[in-house]
T-cell receptor
Framework: AQKITQTQPGMFVQEKEAVTLDCTYD???????LFWYKQPSSGEMIFLIY??????QNATEGRYSLNFQKARKSANLVISASQLGDSAMYFC??????????????FGKGTKLTVNP | NAGVTQTPKFQVLKTGQSMTLQCAQD?????MSWYRQDPGMGLRLIHY???????DQGEVPNGYNVSRSTTEDFPLRLLSAAPSQTSVYFC???????????FGEGSRLTVL
């Protein structure tokens, strides 16, 4: 079973509108972390936002916010006031709790966001 | 700050050749890892290290070797390249358990 599921291969949004990118996860750990990364066409991976499983408040970073619904195991990324520069691939990732001194970050397959003028 | 530096950025190999992708970080991060990115597959973990002298396998380790003799360096070795290893490779590092991964710029490898 996939650990991270991003069900939207592609999304379109008009400039200045808000958009939500979906992410659901699967884990039996109580302690875990959720990340969102942006990958523009130039290829680099850019960290956007982090949510810990014990964080009571939804994470926010500027125009990015994470809609964390623990019971539903979802961690959707909300981008407000979309800009043309937001056009990119977006990856959701999960770090599970420490097991035997090691841990891994597992990525979803990504969502390609296109912002239209 | 240089951050995470990967070399080379582009490489073309013939089937059966060997090569090493270099990765160095100057942030004194304990955790380093290698991912490969293929179209429609996201990023998949190849190998990772939680400190000098300690390495472990990720999701897709076959055909790759790693070592971690220093905190700064984490090279990825392809002993006998295969066309299935054509991909973009990312090295990443992190300090501690909750921090984000810092990625290198990626290395695009083509195996003919």
């Amino acid at each position: 079973a996939q650990k991270i599921t991003q069900t939207q291969p592609g999304m379109f949004v008009q400039e200045k509108e808000a958009v939500t990118l979906d992410c659901t996860y699967d884990t039996s750990d109580q302690s875990y972390g959720l990340f969102w990364y942006k990958q523009p066409s130039s290829g680099e991976m850019i960290f956007l936002i982090y949510q810990g499983s014990y964080d009571e408040q939804n994470a926010t970073e500027g125009r990015y916010s994470l809609n964390f619904q623990k019971a539903r195991k979802s961690a959707n990324l909300v981008i407000s006031a979309s800009q043309l520069g937001d056009s990119a691939m977006y990856f959701c990732a999960m770090r599970e709790g420490r097991k035997g001194g090691s841990e891994k970050l597992v990525f979803g397959k990504g969502t390609k966001l296109t912002v239209n003028p | 700050n240089a951050g995470v530096t990967q070399t080379p950025k582009f490489q073309v190999l013939k089937t059966g050749q060997s090569m090493t992708l270099q990765c160095a970080q100057d942030m004194n991060h304990e955790y380093m890892s290698w991912y490969r990115q293929d179209p429609g597959m996201g990023l998949r973990l190849i190998h990772y290290s939680v400190g000098a002298g300690i390495t472990d396998q990720g999701e897709v380790p076959n055909g790759y070797n790693v070592s971690r003799s220093t905190t700064e360096d984490f090279p990825l070795r392809l002993l006998s390249a295969a066309p299935s290893q054509t991909s973009v490779y990312f090295c990443a590092s992190r300090q501690g358990l909750t921090g984000e991964l810092f990625f290198g710029e990626g290395s695009r490898l083509t195996v003919l």
